[in-house]
């Protein structure tokens, strides 16, 4: 029963945390030639886990251990397309960063958000 | 935990943009100066910005997904200096030259304003960061 307590949600908050940090060094590399802005696939690498199977396994080497309940799913950065390419060759636009950052900001406290009122449901059935 | 890089990661940017900040106004403060000498003449200096790596991060299937920035080093304007003809001023050369520096004030206001603005953005990632964590500590109250 307490497999999956959280369902989703759980996932879903390391997942949100990992985006955090890549939109924050996207922002941090804001002016750096060359730089190119990244991002994770959020939809594509949550959809491999329903939140009710287990997760998918993929051992690419001999010294890869096997997922525990709770890790994240495998999945690739990938580089944002640029609405408008600069000359340096950087691509973070920081409009279109500060978004992703503050929508990923809204929904890992709403993530976080379930999994509190989920504990609180249990305390309650515990406590009665 | 990645929460915890994104204070690393923008903390380097505050780093980077200190010291853009400070060549900044190392320029602006010697835009105005003069040398009867061209080789020594003061050029407007910029840093050059570089995306440092982390290959001890092994988060998010082992690439490097945080990347801060560092300075690589900082570069002198191969701009001109404006050469002025004045002959009795005491810093000029036997023709009657001085060579003032190559800074462009607007220039540097406009990359102080820029400097200014990353500066906030980092703040901004720091200040969301410890938010989040602190409401992940006191998850489950």
Same mark, same amino acid.
Do not use: C, W
């Given at each position: 029963?307490?497999?999956?307590?959280?369902?989703?949600?759980?996932?879903?908050?390391?997942?949100?945390?990992?985006?955090?940090?890549?939109?924050?060094?996207?922002?941090?590399?804001?002016?750096?030639?060359?730089?190119?802005?990244?991002?994770?696939?959020?939809?594509?690498?949550?959809?491999?886990?329903?939140?009710?199977?287990?997760?998918?396994?993929?051992?690419?080497?001999?010294?890869?251990?096997?997922?525990?309940?709770?890790?994240?799913?495998?999945?690739?950065?990938?580089?944002?397309?640029?609405?408008?390419?600069?000359?340096?060759?950087?691509?973070?636009?920081?409009?279109?960063?500060?978004?992703?950052?503050?929508?990923?900001?809204?929904?890992?406290?709403?993530?976080?958000?379930?999994?509190?009122?989920?504990?609180?449901?249990?305390?309650?059935?515990?406590?009665? | 935990?990645?929460?915890?890089?994104?204070?690393?990661?923008?903390?380097?940017?505050?780093?980077?943009?200190?010291?853009?900040?400070?060549?900044?106004?190392?320029?602006? %403060?010697?835009?105005?100066?003069? #040398?009867? &000498?061209?080789?020594?003449?003061? !050029?407007?200096?910029?840093? $050059?910005?570089? +995306?440092?790596?982390?290959? %001890?991060?092994?988060?998010?299937? #082992?690439? &490097?997904?945080?990347?801060?920035? !560092?300075?690589?080093?900082? $570069?002198?304007? +191969?701009?001109?200096?404006?050469?002025?003809?004045?002959?009795?001023?005491?810093?000029?050369?036997?023709?009657?030259?001085?060579?003032?520096?190559?800074?462009?004030?607007?220039?540097?206001?406009?990359?102080?304003?820029?400097?200014?603005?990353?500066?906030?953005?980092?703040?901004?990632?720091?200040?969301?960061?410890?938010?989040?964590?602190?409401?992940?500590?006191?998850?489950?109250?």
């Amino acid at each position: 029963m307490f497999n999956n307590i959280f369902g989703i949600h759980e996932q879903a908050l390391m997942l949100h945390g990992e985006r955090l940090g890549v939109l924050a060094a996207n922002l941090a590399n804001a002016d750096t030639p060359g730089y190119k802005a990244r991002d994770i696939d959020f939809a594509a690498v949550l959809s491999q886990t329903d939140g009710a199977t287990a997760l998918p396994l993929q051992l690419t080497h001999a010294a890869h251990i096997t997922f525990s309940d709770g890790e994240l799913p495998s999945g690739e950065l990938k580089y944002r397309n640029p609405y408008q390419a600069s000359l340096d060759g950087n691509t973070v636009e920081m409009p279109v960063e500060q978004a992703a950052f503050s929508e990923n900001n809204v929904r890992y406290q709403a993530s976080l958000n379930f999994i509190n009122l989920t504990i609180a449901d249990l305390t309650l059935a515990i406590t009665g | 935990m990645s929460l915890f890089n994104v204070f690393n990661v923008a903390g380097s940017g505050l780093n980077a943009e200190t010291i853009r900040l400070n060549t900044t106004a190392s320029n602006l %403060a010697n835009a105005e100066s003069v #040398n009867g &000498d061209l080789t020594k003449v003061y !050029r407007a200096r910029h840093p $050059v910005f570089q +995306a440092m790596m982390d290959t %001890a991060d092994t988060s998010f299937e #082992n690439q &490097d997904a945080s990347s801060g920035v !560092r300075v690589l080093g900082i $570069v002198e304007s +191969a701009a001109p200096p404006v050469k002025t003809y004045q002959p009795d001023h005491p810093l000029a050369d036997k023709d009657g030259f001085v060579y003032s520096s190559n800074v462009n004030s607007i220039e540097e206001m406009t990359n102080m304003i820029s400097a200014n603005r990353s500066f906030a953005t980092d703040i901004e990632a720091i200040n969301t960061a410890r938010d989040l964590l602190l409401k992940v500590i006191s998850m489950g109250h």
